[in-house]
């Protein structure tokens, strides 16, 4: 067996996407469980709604659902077809980077955190408006 042939194997692009949401998924809920431990933190969060005149209920439904929509994407990006696989790769990565940036706290952890996340959502967007349809 060649080992130059096995690792130069290019990785199939809608393993690459869900992978990468994968990433996504599992910093956005270090980010939170990190954030849980700080004090005072409830209480940001209770300003946060207050200034975008939201219930504090209001505003956990805004981030279930965004949430939700990176978790259905480590599936979505594995079993959807090619055009739009590619453009909801691309759709909910834009939107979940709003979300990361617009509700983003000044803690040094989730700053990091983001900044990883927002590099996997870019890379997504990356790879998903690079592919062609030769791949799918």
């Given at each position: 067996m060649n080992t130059n042939t096995t690792?130069?194997?290019k990785i199939d692009t809608k393993d690459l996407l869900s992978t990468l949401w994968?990433?996504?998924?599992?910093n956005m809920l270090k980010a939170d469980i990190l954030s849980l431990n700080i004090p005072g933190a409830?209480?940001?969060?209770?300003?946060?709604?207050a200034s975008a005149g939201a219930s504090i209920p209001q505003l956990m439904l805004g981030g279930a659902i965004i949430m939700e929509m990176a978790i259905a994407m480590i599936i979505l990006s594995r079993v959807l077809k090619y055009g739009i696989n590619r453009w909801a790769n691309i759709i909910v990565s834009l939107m979940t980077i709003v979300f990361i940036i617009g509700g983003g706290a000044s803690y040094p952890h989730y700053i990091f955190i983001a900044t990883v996340e927002v590099i996997c959502l870019l890379l997504i967007i990356w790879f998903a408006w690079k592919w062609r349809s030769i791949e799918a």
């Open positions: 690792f130069a194997k994968i990433v996504v998924m599992i409830a209480e940001e969060v209770a300003r946060t709604a």
